[in-house]
C-alpha cells in the first residue's frame, strides 16, 4: 500500500480488541465519537442482539449453520455501552471496527502529450530476476492470464482510463468512494495487473485476464466486501486485498488481523480462490507478542499470500531489501516493489484530463504497489496450471522459486517472485 495520508482514511474507528482492555482505552481509541460500530462474534444458538445487522450480507442461501460468517454481527452503540456489549453472555468476541485506510504519497500533476507514449521501459517490475519477476517467461509461453478472473477489493477506481479494460470490469458490490485518492489508488493497482498491451502507457502482467471484478468497502464492513468478491470467484481465480487496519499498537496491519475478515479469507482459501494480502505499512514485526500469535501459521493460517514492500533496483535503494514502512515477520511470505512503480493515475508522469483518464504515475509505492505485483504473477501461474493449482500450492511455489530477500533478512519479507523458475518447477511436476 502506499504511505498513509491522513485525508485518506476511512473507517469508523480505530481497532482495539476487547479482551482485557479497559473501557477508558476504547473510548480513546474510537477517536471520541458519539457512536462506534462494532463487529460482534455471537456464540454458537445465541440469542441475537438489538439493533444488530448481519456483517456477511452476501453469503449463499444454503450456507450451513455452523459456517463462522453467520454468527458475525454489526452494531452501532455509544462508546460507554462497548464494555457491556462485550461482557455480554451471547458474545464470542467483539471489537470496534478499525480504521481501514489506504497508505499512499502525493503525485505531482505535469504535462499532457497529444498522443500517450509507451512507458513500458519503466516498468523494470515485468523484468527478468533478480531485478523483476519476469513476466516475459510467461508471455513467451503463451501465458497472458486467459480464463482467470480477477477481484480487486478497496474503495475506488477509474474504469473509464484509456490504458484499462473497461469491457470486462464489472462492479459487484459496495459504494465506490467518491474520493481522488481512492480512485487513483484502485485505478492504479488495476494498471499493474490488467493494463492493456496496445502500445501506449504500461501493460499488465496479465492483460489478457478473461474478467476483472471490483469491491468496495464503501458501505460495506470488510469483511463482507471480501466475501462479496469471493462468491464470485472460482477456484483457481485471484483476489487481492488492497487495504491495511489500525491495529492495538497503532500501527497498520494486515486485514486478516480481525477474526472477521480471516474468516473470510479462509473461507476463500479453502474454496480455492486465491488470495494476494497486503503486509500493511506499519514498519512493525508482525511476530509481537501483542499479536497473540495471529500471524503464526501453525496456530492460524488463514490460505492468503501476504505481501511485503522490497526496495526496486533503482539509485538509492537496495533491490529486495525490507523498506522501512514495510510490516515484517514470518507470516510475510513474498515480497513486490515497494517503491518507484509505473502505472496507471495520479499524473507525476503524464497528467492529462481530469478524472484521469489518460494520468500515468512511475512513484506508485508502498505495499499497495508490491501486491499487485505478486497477484499479477499469481494470475499467470494458474493460467499455466488452467486453474488447477491450490492458494497453498500457490503460496509455496512462489516462495521457494523465488529471487532471495537482500539485506537484513531478521526482518523477514520474503523474496521476489520468479516466474522462469516457478513455471518450471510447475512444468516438472504436472
Not at 455471537?42 to 444454503?62: E, K, N, Q, V
Not at 479494460?165 to 474520493?179: F, M, N, S, V
Not at 469491491?215 to 471480501?226: E, F, H, K, T, Y
Amino acid at each position: 500500500m502506499r504511505i498513509a495520508e491522513s485525508s485518506r482514511v476511512f473507517g469508523a474507528a480505530a481497532l482495539l480488541a476487547l479482551t482485557g482492555v479497559a473501557v477508558t482505552e476504547v473510548i480513546e481509541h474510537a477517536g471520541g465519537a458519539a457512536t462506534v460500530e462494532v463487529h460482534v462474534k455471537l456464540r454458537a444458538h445465541a440469542i441475537a442482539i438489538a439493533g444488530a445487522r448481519p456483517l456477511f450480507t452476501h453469503l449463499p442461501a444454503d450456507v450451513s449453520a455452523d459456517d463462522p460468517r453467520t454468527r458475525w454481527v454489526r452494531v452501532e452503540v455509544s462508546a460507554d455501552q462497548v464494555a457491556a456489549l462485550a461482557a455480554d453472555p451471547s458474545v464470542d468476541e467483539a471489537f470496534v471496527a478499525p480504521e481501514v485506510s489506504l497508505p499512499s504519497v502525493p503525485a505531482k500533476d505535469d504535462a499532457c502529450p497529444i498522443t500517450t507514449p509507451s512507458y513500458e521501459s519503466y516498468q523494470g517490475y515485468l523484468g527478468p530476476a533478480p531485478h523483476g519477476i519476469d513476466a516475459p517467461a510467461a508471455w513467451s509461453r503463451g501465458l497472458r492470464g486467459q480464463g482467470v478472473w480477477f477481484a480487486d477489493i478497496e474503495g475506488g477506481w477509474n474504469a473509464a482510463h484509456e490504458d484499462l479494460p473497461g469491457d470486462r470490469i464489472t462492479h459487484l458490490a459496495g459504494r465506490p468512494i467518491k474520493d481522488r485518492g481512492w480512485r487513483e489508488h484502485g485505478t492504479a493497482v488495476l494498471g499493474e495487473v490488467v493494463a492493456k498491451p496496445n502500445a501506449l502507457g504500461v501493460v499488465g502482467i496479465a492483460p489478457d485476464v478473461e474478467r476483472v471484478f471490483t469491491v468496495s468497502i464503501g458501505g460495506l464492513a470488510v469483511a463482507d466486501a471480501l466475501d462479496a468478491a469471493a462468491n464470485q470467484l472460482r477456484a483457481g481465480d485471484v483476489m487481492l486485498i488492497e487495504l491495511q487496519g489500525t491495529g492495538p499498537r497503532g500501527r497498520f496491519l494486515p486485514m486478516e488481523y480481525w477474526d472477521d475478515n480471516y474468516d473470510a479469507i479462509r473461507r476463500a482459501t479453502d474454496r480455492g480462490v486465491v488470495v494476494i494480502e497486503a503486509a500493511g505499512n506499519g514498519g512493525e514485526d508482525l511476530d509481537h507478542k501483542a499479536y497473540g500469535g495471529r500471524f503464526d501459521r501453525t496456530k492460524r493460517d488463514s490460505g492468503a499470500i501476504v505481501v511485503g514492500a522490497g526496495g526496486p533496483p533503482r539509485p538509492g535503494f537496495t533491490d529486495r531489501a525490507r523498506l522501512d514502512f514495510s510490516n515484517y515477520g514470518k507470516r510475510v511470505d513474498v515480497q513486490g516493489w515497494g517503491r518507484k512503480v509505473a502505472t496507471l493515475d495520479y499524473g507525476d508522469l503524464q497528467s492529462c484530463d481530469d478524472p484521469g483518464h489518460r494520468h500515468y504515475t512511475n512513484e506508485f509505492s508502498g505495499t499497495s504497489s508490491a501486491s499487485p505485483i505478486v497477484a499479477g504473477a499469481a494470475v499467470l501461474v494458474e493460467n499455466a496450471a488452467n486453474r488447477g493449482l491450490a492458494p497453498r500450492a500457490v503460496r509455496d511455489l512462489l516462495a521457494k522459486t523465488g529471487t532471495a530477500q537482500a539485506g537484513d533478512t531478521g526482518r523477514w519479507i520474503g523474496p521476489r517472485p520468479d516466474l522462469a523458475r516457478a513455471l518450471g518447477a510447475l512444468s516438472m511436476v504436472r
